[in-house]
């Protein structure tokens, strides 16, 4: 019997405990999923013979070290910022490790550690970073196998609200961690374009009307990513000229996220008071507000806009141009403005989100320019089992799989880009429909 430890069974662990749970019998698993909340790990295992509940705070170590000691495989879909906790510990137990979050400065520390160890340290093993990866680089390595020279990478992916969902203004549903969605661009981005590279600041970044087309879905807007040249050479690309990656959102959603950006509302720097505060005193601290305008000609002047204006009726929405009271402590701007998507954005019981990926990759061949379009949507079920969880935790659970039955040699510090990895995982995969569909220009 091999012992599997998954931390978390938030949003994104719905579908990786149910594919756990389904391979245990005949896999021999017997799967452990630590939280704080019983209740919910309770309402994702059920009465499984092959699960146990283990209500922990994972900051206590004698109990979090006692659970990684008696496992066969570690698994974390944690906040980020606890992922480093975990991996000291399974370095210390010699345990293997999987994880959906991006590597980090403090994982690239015990990097040489994890080697010498012997042990395999998967990380952006879920949707994006993950598939994104995995679809890339098998797309990447059959054109290089074929003689193709790419001279431009571009690779979207959004999660977004399924179109019979989507039925308000800011056409956007939360179905996963909604402070990673407040705090999205705050670094900026870096990407390349034509040789040039392009650094866009934060409050630049969603004042774009950039679109690509997808099939099915018509146009959508997005924003590069991040630092996009951190996978330039993860991806062998090094001398292209054009590298970017990027998030895909309904256009309307964009032109909303700049407003509240320009509004001064997604900042996390800095605490204030909100007991007696009204929500449109909190939206207008940075307006200079005039009495004799209603708050949404107040709102409109600053931002441009007129006040029948479709970007005020999404702020409208978000109930933010009221006098009622806020009345949540010393918090910051990007605490509040969570609190008020989780409560007007949330996904009703019904709902369905949807997952779209879309590769764009330049290459010529036998003196031949060829544009190869690659892309993948994933429609979710309801607000519980949602293409995000489904994308984010099956790699996951397929990974771990592919780990525990002995089919996998490697060790050390990895993300998904060797075709040891990405050819199970995607070929299994498509046994979910999770799959890509081609064409080229």
């Known amino acids: 019997m091999k012992n599997i430890l998954l ?100 994982i690239r520390k015990l990097q040489k550690d994890i080697q010498k160890a012997g042990l395999l340290f998967m990380y952006e093993m879920g949707l994006d970073p993950g598939i994104d990866h995995m679809s890339a680089m098998k797309l990447i390595h059959s054109i290089e196998k074929k003689g193709g020279q790419i001279y431009a990478f571009k690779s979207y992916c959004g999660g977004l609200i399924s179109p019979e969902s989507n039925d308000n203004p800011w056409q956007y549903k939360i179905s996963w961690n909604a402070r990673n969605i407040v705090l999205a661009g705050t670094s900026g981005a870096i990407y390349k374009e034509k040789g040039k590279v392009k650094e866009v600041e934060y409050q630049q970044l969603f004042d774009q009307s950039k679109t690509v087309q997808v099939p099915g879905l018509g146009k959508l807007a997005f924003y590069p990513n991040r630092d996009s040249l951190n996978y330039v050479d993860v991806y062998n690309l090094g001398n292209i000229p054009t590298f970017m990656r990027a998030t895909l959102r309904y256009p309307d959603f964009c032109e909303g996220w700049n407003a509240l950006v320009k509004l001064g509302l997604t900042d996390d720097s800095k605490k204030h008071p909100t007991d007696n505060v009204t929500y449109f005193k909190w939206a207008s601290q940075n307006i200079k507000v005039d009495k004799q305008l209603t708050n949404e000609e107040n709102v409109a002047h600053f931002l441009g806009v007129s006040s029948k204006s479709k970007l005020v009726r999404q702020l409208k929405y978000l109930g933010i141009l009221n006098g009622e009271l806020i009345n949540l402590g010393e918090q910051s701007n990007a605490v509040i403005l969570q609190h008020v998507l989780e409560d007007r954005l949330k996904m009703e019981p019904a709902d369905k989100d949807m997952i779209v990926m879309l590769h764009e990759i330049e290459f010529e061949r036998r003196n031949m320019a060829t544009r190869l379009h690659s892309y993948m949507i994933v429609q979710g079920e309801d607000n519980l089992r949602t293409a995000m969880a489904k994308t984010v935790g099956l790699p996951l659970g397929i990974m771990a799989k592919l780990l525990l039955s002995g089919n996998l040699q490697l060790t050390g510090l990895h993300i998904p880009v060797m075709p040891e990895v990405y050819n199970p995982v995607l070929r299994e995969l498509e046994e979910f429909d999770i799959r890509f569909e081609e064409s080229f220009e």
């Open 7 to 106: 931390f978390g069974a938030g949003k994104s662990a719905t579908f990786l405990i149910d594919y756990l749970l389904t391979n245990a019998p005949r896999q021999k698993w017997h799967i452990t999923v630590a939280d704080n909340d019983l209740m919910l790990i309770k309402s994702k295992i059920g009465k499984s013979y092959y699960a146990t509940a283990a209500a922990i705070d994972v900051k206590e170590q004698a109990v979090r070290q006692q659970l990684i000691q008696e496992t066969d495989l570690v698994i974390s879909l944690l906040p980020p910022a606890l992922h480093i906790i975990i991996a000291k510990d399974c370095l210390h137990f010699s345990k293997n490790l999987l994880t959906a979050s991006y590597i980090d400065p403090e």
